[in-house]
Every structure is written in structure tokens, then in C-alpha cells.
């Protein structure tokens, strides 16, 4: 079965500047999860998602990020304006449900460069 | 609130040597604990998890780990490490009724031939 998928892989931009990345979780897949990996941490968990509802996004700055996950499907994390600090890598992340939350299955990731 | 420490920033190994990394976490119920590896460029693959039952856990690559309540730890083993072992491994804690994963800083492991 194919794995989650993340585009881009990749990306640089300037401060201010936004930002959008897309997530495509295993498919039959309810729940979506978005993290931040900042160099030399642990990924932390910025937005959870049961089909498409929010089930938690406390540690999201809701200032400047925001999440969608209209369908139930795909997922889009957006950052406007960027910060330096939002540099770092973002995982999407999905298991079959929220009650197994502990089966996740990660992508590779997009790694940010804000400059 | 949940949370993992992970005492050891990067740890080298010789190749053919065991491996103990260290993970302490504190949780007031009875925590799910997991060992994630991230290898460069690539996602995280979950290497083993314990929710209950026996204290040693076996997992894929040849890693083991044991939770031990009393010094609250889940320290990963593994008896002979390979090159291709090296990563950065990340141990986490979640639980039932707070359905989300909350990860330690990570080691990172080099092995040397």
C-alpha cells in the first residue's frame, strides 16, 4: 500500500513570506496529524485531525498557521507570515483511527528554510 | 502532562557492540511508550511500542526494550549493532484517553567500524 505522501520536500523563503504544504495520508486513513521538527528536537504535535474535524491543535500558533482538511482526505498546513523560527522539518502523520493513534504512519517530511 | 527525556544527545558505538539508549518518562496512568528511528531524509518507522503485559518488548531490526515502572524508564536494547543502525531514534509517550504522541529530543547514534 502506498505511504503517505508530502509535497514539497523541500522549500526556502523569506521571512514574511507564506508558505503552504500538502499531505496525502494512507488512504482509509480518519485521522491526520501535522508536526514540527525543529533541528536537534523531537517532532511536535501542531494539529490533529479526525476525518475532517479538528481534535487538537493547542500547540498550533493560530496566528500565523493554519490547517484544513476539508474532504476527510488531503491536508494543507499553512504559515503566514513565516518567522525564522518556523524553520524545520513538518510531518504528516496518519493512523486509522484516533483510538489508534499509537499506529501512526509518518511521511518524509518538508523541510523549511526560512531566510 | 506527558513528557519524555531522553538523556543522551549522540552516543557512539562500535560496530558489533551493544547499545542502550535511555528513555524516562512521566505519566500519572499507565503510559503507552514507543521507540521511533528516523534515519536521514526519511520519515519515522515505529521500531517497537509496549501498552501492557510483559515488560519486554521485541521489535523489528532486532531491537528490544523494557519498561520498568519503578525507575520509570523504557530503555531500547540492542545486543550487536549494525552500520546501518545509525539514526536518530526517538522514544514517546501517549495513553489512552490523550490519543497523541509526545516524543523526547531524540539520540543520535554513530556507529564506528
Known amino acids: 500500500e502506498a505511504g503517505v505522501a508530502q509535497s514539497p520536500r523541500y522549500k526556502i523563503i523569506e521571512k514574511r513570506q507564506s508558505v503552504a504544504f500538502w499531505c496525502n495520508p494512507i488512504?482509509?486513513?480518519?485521522?491526520l496529524y501535522w508536526y514540527q521538527q525543529i533541528l536537534g528536537q523531537g517532532p511536535k504535535l501542531l494539529i490533529q485531525?479526525?476525518?475532517?474535524?479538528?481534535?487538537?491543535d493547542s500547540q498550533l500558533p493560530k496566528d500565523r498557521f493554519s490547517a484544513e482538511r476539508l474532504k476527510g482526505v488531503d491536508s494543507t498546513l499553512k504559515i503566514q507570515p513565516a518567522k525564522l523560527e518556523d524553520s524545520a522539518v513538518y510531518l504528516c502523520a496518519s493512523s486509522l483511527t484516533l483510538l489508534t493513534f499509537y499506529e501512526q504512519y509518518f511521511g518524509p517530511g518538508t523541510r523549511l528554510t526560512v531566510t | 502532562a506527558q513528557s519524555v527525556t531522553q538523556p543522551d544527545i549522540h552516543i557512539t558505538v562500535s560496530e558489533g557492540a551493544s547499545l542502550e539508549l535511555r528513555c524516562n518518562y512521566s505519566y500519572g496512568a499507565t503510559p503507552y511508550l514507543f521507540w521511533y528511528v528516523q534515519s536521514p531524509g526519511q520519515g519515522l518507522q515505529l521500531l517497537l511500542k509496549y501498552f501492557s503485559g510483559d515488560t519486554l518488548v521485541q521489535g523489528i531490526k532486532g531491537f528490544e526494550a523494557e519498561f520498568k515502572r519503578s525507575q520509570s524508564s523504557f530503555n531500547l536494547r540492542k545486543p550487536s549493532v549494525h552500520w546501518s543502525d545509525a539514526a536518530e531514534y526517538f522514544c514517546?509517550?501517549?495513553?489512552?484517553?490523550?490519543?497523541?504522541?509526545?516524543f523526547g529530543t531524540g539520540t543520535r547514534l554513530t556507529i564506528i567500524p
Open positions: 485531525f479526525q476525518n475532517n474535524g479538528v481534535v487538537d
Open positions: 488512504s482509509g486513513h480518519a485521522t
Open positions: 514517546a509517550v501517549g495513553a489512552q484517553g490523550n490519543e497523541k504522541l509526545t
